[in-house]
């Protein structure tokens, strides 16, 4: 526009009244309101939803109208698009006809023209510009992009490809939660160690003792009592005066260890009295065999066999023959021999011979009502259920040590079922097993077993584990103490164990996770054109790929995993006239409103007001 | 923190009470003890900020907590700095600005009551706020929010002048006072002086949030809900700049022309605090990913 030009368009369009409406500040006042007020509506009404919503949220007429009169997508409406056209002519216009070469007009004339260059620039966006997306899976490539919102699919003109995605996570973070119920009132508790924190508005309060950062329960074993309410005995087997194994036997608990490589079972049982004692003692040889239920619907018919390889039974009442085929106490170890293998899974194969010919099935304890779908069952009313008892063993040798109240001990030492050998024992002195060089000894003898539990730090026990860097994750733990009516009371709290009330139930402390733990999304990317690699880069959250005017951010991810990175894909013809625009309307306004001022004052001096400032002026800036 | 929280709140209180004082009895020593008061409770905010920066290892900004503090600092700064400039460069001793600084301390309060509040776990910040933008966008918003909230209290304090001297009795006086009047700062023309200060600072805001975002998210426009709220609180302040030059041409009477822009202010404030912290109570905002969660 030159300087000369500008008096010409105003004398020739002086007097017309379109020219005065279109230069008017009424007219800006009212676009901007108009404005102002349709932004308001399109924050108010949900946009771009699907007409349903509407019907289902403001009713079938006003859903309708707001159909009519564009308020479904105000933004992208025709007239919302008139008013920033309207916005723009009336800028230009006002522009136009105030337009003077005076040092104090920089300002007016910067911010006027900036807003009509941003509004130029993101027209030029909405009509050139490019605004997508579309994922990459790891180790893929993709040489289209997709249109947003329509999913078009659009060539890029080359390919990029995703050579990696990582997500990076911050340590997790835990906070304390505290919770009142009566109150319904929740405070968030930082939790350092030291300060009482008390719910306001009730008298509650906790206080953090103590902190571990990586903690986990410590179980010593101690003795309770000398009654011997839970009898326990430590046992140390050794070869050669090696140690092979070494732990606790409790009584009425976990009363067996089994040492399939030795074919070799150690009991632990406790008689009430010396009758049962002599019994016990002697009866070890013959173990309990595993039994099986046989039941046939609808008869009434119940039998039990013992389980025994290669037995055959006839059921009388009817034709059935049942042969016991097979018996594992591990099915999945079935092939090795039963003396190798840990009771985790009894299951039994039966035959049954019947009228309808042969049926063989396997019948597992755990899960008696387990049907085989790839198998056919002929005879439907046969139900099996075998048992094994816990004691149970097929070893070649057995030890049983036996107790009882009156103070007597003995060890048997059983060998195919037969008593060999029954000693008296002490504590701390070896006894052979006959017949091979093991040695078992007992180290402690606990009348009442019992476990004291303490919070202690983690050691160790960590390698392994597949973790970058940062991410281990410790299991953070808290002694507590709340405060209430009824006193205090101190415990330790695990993260993300449910929460911890106090006695009288109405208070409670949460120790959880606390806020964001993804630290970055990076890909890698790497654009590939004619076979040729042109660019790779590592682009984050605030820091995109640009290529041939496309620019790639990181802007989703797989939420199921790391498989994919989800990347926005823009190209903005416009963005550089927009940015002229933004930091034309900085520059300006800051004129404006702090050095116009300041530079007034310094031209003022020595002259009156008048002379200074235009009509207009005055009336913007309260001069009077 | 949370007792250097209540102790700044009591500071803050103090403050309010100081200014209301002074505001009544107007002797100049009074003057000193109010802004020493308020000048004491900005240095606790002050550490506070600074303490809650180390702490968190980032700008102390980005949750509602930080920002009600940062918030509750940036008012009183701009008000301070507002003062001093009245004593030192425009020399107005005797003007009636105190009431202002009661209301400011009122806002002041308010924040570090919210922040008490609202949940002052330190929070890593997401991705899109790991930027060099956050310092920026959100300093210059906050600058802007503190000086419109000072237009704001004038606003409030020129309508109720307006209300009280509406009697004809008192236009005598007003005559008689003109002097006096003259060197005090009448409340609309202050309400403009404090529009004029935050304005530039609420369009950097505005621009710096755009520029941000198109780096973060690919676009400078997206017609998010907190984009477009702060799009209007612009566009309100806008008209404010505009109407002056608009009304001489309307048949609105001169003197009734000042009330109408003090209800604009007393409209557009509201506005801006809504775009601060209101958000969430939209319909619309479920979709946005720009506002605090709550």
């Known amino acids: 526009m030159s300087k000369a030009a500008i008096p010409q368009v105003k004398k020739v369009k002086n007097n017309s009244k379109t020219w005065e409406i279109l230069c008017s500040v009424r007219l800006a006042v009212i676009i901007i309101v108009i404005m102002a007020v349709s932004c308001v509506l399109g924050t108010v009404i949900l946009q771009q939803k699907s007409p349903e919503e509407y019907a289902a949220r403001y009713g079938a007429g006003l859903a309708k109208f707001f159909a009519a009169i564009q308020f479904t997508d105000i933004f992208h409406s025709y007239w919302f698009s008139f008013l920033l056209v309207l916005l723009c002519v009336n800028l230009g216009c006002c522009t136009v006809k105030r337009w003077r070469n005076k040092v104090l007009m920089i300002g007016f004339l910067v911010t006027h023209i900036s807003i009509i260059l941003i509004l130029i620039g993101c027209v030029v966006d909405l009509l050139t510009g490019v605004k997508g997306g579309v994922n990459i899976y790891e180790g893929k490539s993709v040489d289209y992009y997709l249109t947003r919102p329509d999913y078009k699919k659009n060539p890029l003109g080359f390919q990029v490809f995703c050579d990696d995605f990582l997500i990076e996570k911050h340590p997790p973070k835990y906070k304390l939660i505290a919770y009142v119920k009566d109150k319904d009132k929740q405070k968030a508790v930082p939790a350092k160690v030291g300060k009482r924190n008390s719910v306001s508005g009730t008298n509650y309060a906790v206080t953090v003792k103590d902190f571990i950062e990586d903690a986990e329960i410590q179980q010593e074993p101690i003795n309770v009592s000398d009654v011997p309410n839970n009898p326990a005995l430590y046992i140390q087997l050794s070869e050669k005066g090696n140690v092979t194994a070494e732990g606790w036997l409790l009584a009425k608990d976990r009363n067996w260890y089994s040492d399939t490589q030795r074919d070799l079972k150690i009991d632990y049982v406790w008689a009430d009295n010396a009758e049962k004692h002599e019994k016990l003692a002697n009866a070890a040889g013959k173990s309990t065999k595993p039994k099986l239920d046989i039941t046939i619907e609808g008869k009434n018919i119940v039998k039990s066999v013992p389980v025994e390889k290669g037995k055959k039974f006839s059921i009388d009442g009817t034709d059935f023959i049942i042969e016991i085929k097979n018996f594992a106490l591990d099915y999945s170890k079935r092939l090795v021999p039963l003396s190798e293998q840990e009771p985790n899974n009894p299951a039994v194969m039966v035959e049954i011979s019947g009228p309808q010919g042969k049926d063989s099935r396997w019948s597992f304890s755990k899960y008696p009502d387990y049907q085989d779908k790839a198998h056919q069952v002929i005879y439907k009313d046969v139900k099996l259920l075998c048992s094994v008892p816990e004691n149970f063993s097929d070893a070649k040798h057995r030890v049983r040590i036996v107790q009882n109240k009156s103070g007597k001990k003995t060890i048997s030492y059983i060998k195919n079922e037969e008593v060999i050998s029954i000693n008296d024992w002490e504590l701390n002195k070896s006894y052979n097993v006959a017949d091979s060089e093991l040695e078992i000894r007992v180290i402690k003898y606990f009348p009442s077993h019992g476990l004291k539990k303490s919070v202690v730090k983690r050691v160790g026990g960590h390698e392994g584990h597949n973790h970058g860097p940062g991410e281990h994750a410790g299991n953070p733990a808290v002694l507590i103490e709340m405060e209430g009516p009824r006193g205090k009371v101190a415990e330790w709290v695990f993260a993300h164990t449910p929460p911890h009330w106090y006695p009288d139930n109405n208070f409670a402390v949460l120790y959880e996770k606390s806020g964001m733990e993804i630290k970055d999304y990076k890909s890698i990317l790497r654009v590939v054109e004619n076979g040729k690699t042109m660019v790779t880069k590592t682009i984050e959250v605030n820091n995109a790929l640009k290529y041939k005017g496309f620019v790639f951010y990181q802007s989703s991810y797989d939420p199921e995993g790391e498989r994919y990175t989800g990347l926005q894909v823009t190209k903005n013809p416009g963005l550089l006239v927009v940015y002229t625009g933004f930091i034309m309307l900085c520059i300006g306004i800051v004129f404006i409103f702090y050095v116009k001022p300041f530079l007034r004052r310094k031209l003022k001096k020595g002259k009156k007001i008048e002379e200074y400032y235009s009509e207009e002026e005055m009336l913007a800036e309260h001069i009077e | ?294």
């Open chain 2, 1 to 294: 923190m949370d007792f250097m929280l209540k102790l700044t709140l009591y500071v803050y209180c103090a403050a309010i009470v100081a200014y209301i004082v002074r505001e009544v009895w107007r002797a100049k020593s009074m003057r000193w003890v109010a802004f020493g008061v308020l000048s004491s409770g900005f240095i606790l905010n002050t550490i506070l900020v600074l303490t809650r920066w180390s702490e968190a290892h980032h700008a102390p900004m980005s949750d509602k907590f930080e920002s009600f503090v940062f918030f509750a600092w940036s008012i009183a700064l701009v008000y301070l700095i507002f003062e001093l400039v009245t004593i030192f460069i425009v020399k107005v001793h005797e003007s009636r600005i105190g009431i202002i600084g009661a209301l400011q301390c009122v806002l002041v309060a308010w924040m570090i009551c919210s922040a008490l509040q609202a949940d002052s776990t330190i929070k890593e910040l997401p991705p899109a706020l790991q930027s060099n933008w956050l310092v920026t966008h959100v300093i210059c918003y906050f600058l802007s929010y503190s000086a419109l909230s000072m237009s704001f209290s004038a606003a409030i304090v020129y309508l109720i002048h307006r209300w009280i001297f509406s009697g004809k009795q008192k236009v005598a006086e007003v005559v008689e006072s003109g002097i006096q009047l003259k060197k005090d700062y009448s409340f609309d023309k202050l309400a403009y002086i404090a529009v004029s200060i935050g304005f530039p600072f609420l369009t950097i805001g505005l621009i710096t949030g755009s520029i941000w975002a198109k780096g973060a998210w690919g676009t400078y426009w997206g017609w998010d809900p907190k984009e477009i709220w702060s799009l209007i609180s612009w566009l309100v302040y806008l008209t404010y700049m505009h109407l002056p030059l608009m009304l001489p041409k309307t048949n609105i009477k001169k003197s009734f022309r000042p009330i109408l822009l003090s209800i604009i202010l007393l409209i557009a404030f509201p506005i801006v605090l809504f775009t601060f912290m209101g958000l969430h109570k939209l319909p619309t905002s479920a979709d946005s990913d720009h506002i605090y969660a709550e």
